[in-house]
């Protein structure tokens, strides 16, 4: 492979796979979403820690205890991690870097 | 911050709030990367968009971990390996439950003129097609270096090679897809 076409093949690619601007609204939905989740961990553990006596809270400095905290947090974690995933499988789109590029092409080639 | 402060910070125990603000700065420094990747791969904004979604939360459940261990090294590699793994499973459960496609996608914002892209169009269509075809490990490397900039060091970091073997994937990635051109 020459330098030359070397070069010349490295531009088209990097016309090719341009980067892609998110759309304006995914920051605000990963930050809900971030924000959902971190909340229900930790209503989780208050409504827990709020239910409990004064030996169960002397038990909890034992780290042997700390089973229970760490699976409501997991859990929360979780629930909101399943319910991206549930949100990806409900929607079904053509996929691979030709129909995204495809895309890309589209927009500014009508026809 | 300089590397050494850097590297000094990730080590030192962070509070919760340091390391949310921590987790912002990069989520606002790589969601176009992450987006990007991930468009590249799955095809379509709708999933690109879950996807990253997927990537940021895996991401903020492992950063404090993340950040103790980079020593101070940028994150981007390791967020786009998530979404390079986030997107592998995709493809993979697509294999499993292969479903018809519900509609047509909106198209992205373009910084490029239409007279400029016309010009090449064919050419550019032809480069695409065969990308398509390079095995995955050969497009994936590409995607990362001309979607995202990313150097050698960081793409191999994302998918676990060694500096040497990522070189060598990416000169052949090149190679084949000139050889196809040529056929």
Do not use: C
């Not at chain 2, 198209?107 to 995955?136: C, F, K, N």
């Amino acid at each position: 492979m020459s330098e030359r076409s070397r070069l010349d093949l490295e531009q088209l690619l990097a016309d090719a796979l341009r980067p892609i601007e998110p759309p304006d609204d995914l920051a605000t939905r990963v930050e809900s979403t971030l924000t959902a989740i971190t909340e229900q961990a930790a209503a989780e553990l208050s409504s827990w820690a709020e239910d409990m006596s004064e030996w169960e809270l002397d038990a909890l400095r034992d780290p042997r205890n700390w089973v229970r905290p760490v699976a409501a947090v997991a859990a929360g974690t979780l629930a909101g991690g399943a319910l991206v995933v549930v949100g990806m499988r409900r929607r079904r789109r053509p996929a691979g870097i030709r129909a995204a590029a495809e895309n890309v092409l589209r927009q500014v080639l009508p026809g | 911050m300089s590397a050494s402060k850097e590297e000094a910070a990730a080590r030192e125990p962070a509070t919760k709030a340091e390391l949310d603000r921590a987790f912002e700065d990069l989520y606002r420094a790589h969601l176009r990367d992450v987006y990007s990747y991930a468009y590249y791969r799955v095809g379509n904004h709708h999933d690109a968009e879950d996807l990253t979604e997927q990537a940021f939360l895996q991401a903020y459940r492992h950063f404090e971990r993340a950040r103790r261990e980079s020593n101070g090294r940028p994150l981007r590699p390791w967020l786009i390996r998530i979404a390079h793994n986030l997107a592998s499973n995709y493809h993979r459960d697509r294999a499993r439950h292969p479903q018809a496609a519900l509609d047509a996608v909106e198209p992205p914002s373009h910084p490029y003129g239409t007279e400029q892209i016309v010009e090449g169009r064919e050419e550019l269509r032809a480069v695409i097609d065969r990308l398509d075809r390079l095995p995955d490990d050969r497009r994936d490397a590409l995607i990362m270096r001309f979607a995202l900039g990313m150097s050698n060091r960081e793409i191999a970091r994302a998918l676990g090679r060694t500096d040497g073997a990522t070189k060598v994937l990416i000169h052949r990635a090149i190679k084949q897809l000139e050889e196809e051109l040529e056929n």
